[in-house]
């Protein structure tokens, strides 16, 4: 199974506790990034259920900071020293967590618990979103 999600990733947070034992996520965008990556999984064609372990590669793409590109008429060029890899937050952990949730959410996987072998990365892209991949292991 392989699907792409357009938009910026967002990590799954840390939880705070709001009272009466309710717990709710800090971050207000994780719900339509969830959303957005549970839709794109159910919209794969070859959309199956995957029941035993996993692997899977996420491929996090993020939008360039402006001072990756040249000023006044290079300010269409990317800079030789511009990064491949985004170093910067969100943490790498908590943006496969959310996908993993998302899946689980999705019926993808019985259970993010199933994904045995994982590759994912953070990389500047000019079309940010996620890139997934699952197959079985």
Known sequence: MEFFVPGVPVAQGSKRHVGK?????????????REAVINAALNVETSEVFFGPVR??????FPRPK????????????KLSAPIYKESAPDLDKLVRAVGDALTQAGVLRDDALIVALAAAKVYDEHPGAKVVITNA
């Open 67 to 78: 001072h990756h590109f040249g000023t006044g008429r290079n300010a269409e060029k990317l």
């Open 21 to 33: 034992g309710i717990m709710v996520e800090q971050l207000k965008n994780l719900g339509p990034w």
């Open 56 to 61: 899977a590669v996420i491929t996090f793409r």
